[in-house]
Structures are given as C-alpha cells and as structure tokens.
C-alpha cells in the first residue's frame, strides 16, 4: 500500500481562531478560549456529528447485547463513569458540559464517551478484545528525515463490538469513518492537535507548540482500578502543560491511572523518544536502544513485564517488524509506509495483525520540531495522509 500525501495546512484555513475545515475522510476544527468557549465551540461545530456519536455509542455500546449479558453491561457501564467523573479536573467537566449544551446533547452520555475506554479496560468486556488491540507506535531520529529531526509514527488499533445481530465490525469501521483532527488554542496554555472523535475531548494522539507528542497504546493488565482519571485526560494534560518529556513522564508519574497503556512520549527539541509502560500502581520508563524505539500492546521494560495479562501474539510480531523497520527508516515517506506496512507475520496466531490491519481506526505520522503532522483514516484504502500543522 503506498503513502500519498494531499491537501493543505492550517495555514491556508480561514484565519479566525474558530473554524471548521472538511479534509480528506475527517473534519478538522479549531477551537480557541476558555473551557467553557472551548467545549461550546466544539460542539457547535460538530453538533450533528456529536448527534450521531452518541446515538452510535448508546446502539452498539450501552444497548447493544440483549439478555443477561446486557442487563448486566449497562449499569456496571454507567456506574463506572460515575466513579471515574469526580477524579476528573473541573475544567474538562466545564468543557463537556459546555460541549452538550452546544451540541444538544446529554452530559451524561459525553462523560460516557470519554471515559468509555477505561471503563471498558476495568470490566475486560468483551474477552475477544484482547486480541484484537493492535497498535502500532514508533520513534526515530538522525537519518530518519532530511533534517535528522525526529519522526513519530502511530496506528490507534481497536475493535468495538457492534450490536446483537449486526455485523461484527459495524461499530469498528464507525470509528474509522468518523475521525475528527482538533486544533487547541486554550487560554494561557500551549497550542496543541489532537486527534480523535467527535464530542471527544481526550488526547490519545496529540503534539503541542512545545513539540511534546503523546501516544498512547492499550495493554491488558492483571488489574485495573476503576477510582481514577480517565487516561485520555492525562494526555490531554499533557499536551497543554508539558515542555519537554521530563514534564510528560512526571504528569504521568503523578496521575490516578486507571488501567495499563504503554505511552510514546516525543519531543523535537530534545530529539528524542520514550515509552512510558504504566498499570495503576506502576511505571517504568522504556529508553530507546540506538536512534529508535518502538512499542505495540504489551510490557517489555522488567519492571512492568509481569503486570501484562494478556500478550497477544500479533503483538509480538508487530513489535518484532517495528523494531527492525524503524531503525532503517529514511525519510517521512518511508515512515508513512511503515505505518501502512501489511506484511503478515509468520505466526498463524498473528497473521490477522500485521502493523497496518483490520482494527486501524486511523494513521498519524508527526514531525514535532517543525509543529506538523499527517492523519490518515482507515475507512477506505484510498485515503491519503493530510497534513495539518500547528498554528
């Protein structure tokens, strides 16, 4: 599959702080002000979108499986939102309420959005799920880009189960299809994107005006903990406090987490990159070897390797071809190849999970010393890589 690169920058959108551009396969939106103008501008401008989100989510998700399995998933769903709302900062519950309002929309089921991924790692619903998270991160430098700055690449993999009676990958390609790319300007704080979904205001692949990006990549750990932040929210704090990685990692250090993640940390000035393996009660910090790193959806640093409950083999052998495609990536090109790269592995446990792979909701590739990134949705195979840079 080749890498093609179309349309234009933020530089060529309207020049006001609030707009809405309509790219290759997503929407993109900036954004600007308080949490309050924030979250009423995001749902103004994404208020159909919003709409059908949640009634996507409420269909496939909170509704979506019929006898005693459903009566059963539904309140523990909506409880757990409810444990995890007060461990929220008050200025994202600002921001989601504004949001609702905006869009017309319930609070309720935009919380429910955004915590959706932890809640669904503390219940470990569906058990199929474990197999089918297959992310993809990396990070390389020196003869990685024309200028030796560093190169950031990520597939966010994951597979929603879809309602009783309806085909299985309904809710996944959903997600694919509705992919939305948001420019920040907060009051006081960095500029950053992010890339996500509509009503979705976490930041589990994101890059600031510092040049600090943030990946963020599911693991199956033996325990969770429902009493904590979200994870999304951590990175979006993250991205609009963090300078440099030391920052990101004690954001990290310090954070309520609620499950396991393995987190590529970048950033351009220091041209360098990390990965931060994390369950609720441990963390360890991942160092490159040489002028790469790469992770997939399991531990590898020995402080945190035992914690893994479920290690999938398509995990393994995404980690084994990233490993040694990183270290001989020269240029962005070769990197976007990387990130489409559908080679399956040997393992006929992992044939179905090579890097680029039916789970992939969308592409990102980021150049942060240069504030510039290029997404790609996993819709349709013709989709190009767009290229969106910071303001």
């Not at 989100?53 to 909170?62: D, E, G, I, R």
């Not at 160092?287 to 409950?309: L, V, Y």
Request: aromatic content about 8%.
């Amino acid at each position: 599959m080749a890498a093609e690169v179309t349309g234009t920058t933020i530089a060529s959108a309207p020049s006001a702080q609030t707009w809405r551009q309509d790219r290759d396969g997503f929407p993109h939106i900036a954004v600007a002000g308080t949490p309050e103008e924030i979250g009423a501008q995001h749902g103004e401008l994404l208020r159909s979108e919003i709409q059908d989100m949640l009634a996507a989510l409420s269909h496939h998700v909170l509704n979506g499986k019929g006898g005693m399995l459903g009566q059963l998933v539904r309140p523990a769903i909506l409880a757990l939102a409810r444990l995890m709302e007060p461990r929220i900062d008050a200025r994202y519950k600002r921001e989601m309420a504004a949001l609702a309002r905006a869009a017309d929309a319930s609070y309720s089921d935009v919380l429910l959005l955004n915590c959706l991924d932890d809640i669904l790692a503390n219940l470990r619903l569906p058990g199929e799920i474990f197999a089918r998270w297959a992310c993809s991160g990396f990070g390389t430098w020196s003869d990685a880009s024309p200028t030796g700055d560093l190169l950031c690449g990520r597939n966010l993999d994951y597979y929603v189960w879809s309602a009783d009676g309806e085909d299985p990958w309904v809710a996944t390609n959903y997600m694919k299809a509705h992919v939305v790319t948001i420019t920040y300007q907060p009051t006081d704080k960095p500029a950053f994107v992010s890339v996500g979904w509509p009503g979705f205001i976490g930041a589990p692949t994101a890059l600031n005006a510092n040049g600090v990006t943030v990946n963020a990549l599911t693991v199956s750990t033996r325990w969770n903990w429902p009493f904590a932040t979200p994870a999304t929210f951590i990175y979006r704090d993250i991205a609009e406090s963090a300078a440099t990685l030391g920052d990101a990692i004690g954001i990290l250090r310090r954070a309520a987490r609620s499950q396991g993640n393995n987190v590529l940390l970048g950033s351009g000035a220091e041209r360098r990159a990390v990965v931060v393996e994390f369950t609720p009660w441990k963390l360890s910090v991942r160092e490159p070897t040489g002028n790469s790193i790469a992770t997939t959806n399991h531990f590898q640093h020995s402080d945190t390797a035992r914690a893994s409950h479920y290690i999938s083999p398509g995990s393994l052998a995404r980690m084994q071809r990233l490993d040694h495609l990183a270290s001989e990536l020269e240029g962005r090109e070769a990197a976007m190849e990387c990130l489409l790269d559908t080679m399956k592995p040997a393992d006929p446990q992992a044939a179905d999970f090579p890097i680029y792979n039916a789970c992939t909701i969308y592409s990102v590739l980021f150049e942060p010393a240069r504030g510039r990134l290029w997404v790609r949705p996993a819709d349709t195979p013709e989709r190009a890589f767009q290229e969106v840079t910071l303001p």
